[in-house]
C-alpha cells in the first residue's frame, strides 16, 4: 500500500497554493482533476512531492538550493530516502540529528555537538552521510 501524505507534507503544500495564489475551490478542481481526489489528505506521498514541486516551480523548497553539489546529493538522498518511507520525519532537524549521528563515529562526540546544517559539511562529511543514507535507502529497497 502506498503511504498517505505526511502532515509536514500537506502544510508544505497548502502554504505553497495560497503563496501561489491557488483559491480552494482551485486546489480542489486540481487534485481532483490529476489524482482523483479532492483533498490534500488523500495525496499520496509521491503525489504530494510532485504537486509541491510543480507549484514551487521545479524545486520542493524543503531544502534551499545550494551551490555546493555535494550538499545537493545529501538533500536529494534525504528526500528520496522519505519517500521510500526510511525516514519518518523528513524536517531540516531531523536531517541534522541523522548528519550528528553519521559524523559521531568519527568524532566520537556527543551527537548533538557534531548535528549541524548541510551547507557546512565539508566534501568528506558529506560524503559519510551520503553513504549512511544510501545505506539505508538499500535496507529500504530489501524489506
Not at 500537506?10 to 478542481?29: C, E, F, V
Not at 509521491?46 to 531544502?63: K, M, P, V
Not at 532537524?93 to 555537538?113: M, T, V, W, Y
Amino acid at each position: 500500500m502506498t503511504a498517505l501524505a505526511t502532515s509536514q507534507q500537506i502544510r508544505a503544500l497548502q502554504t505553497a497554493r495560497r503563496a501561489a495564489g491557488i483559491s480552494d475551490d482551485a486546489w480542489h478542481d486540481r487534485l481532483s482533476a490529476r489524482h482523483s481526489v479532492t483533498s490534500t489528505k488523500l495525496l499520496t506521498a509521491e503525489q504530494a512531492d510532485a504537486e509541491l514541486i510543480e507549484i514551487n516551480g521545479g524545486s520542493s523548497r524543503a531544502f534551499k538550493k545550494s551551490d555546493k553539489p555535494y550538499v545537493r546529493k545529501v538533500y536529494a538522498l534525504w528526500t528520496d530516502a522519505g519517500r521510500r518511507g526510511a525516514i519518518k520525519d523528513r524536517s531540516k532537524n531531523a536531517l541534522r540529528a541523522f548528519i550528528g549521528r553519521q559524523l559521531q563515529a568519527s568524532a566520537g562526540e556527543d551527537p548533538a555537538k557534531v548535528a549541524r546544517d548541510p551547507e557546512f559539511l565539508t566534501p568528506a562529511e558529506a560524503n559519510k552521510v551520503s553513504e549512511g543514507l544510501k545505506a539505508m535507502i538499500n535496507r529500504t529497497k530489501g524489506a
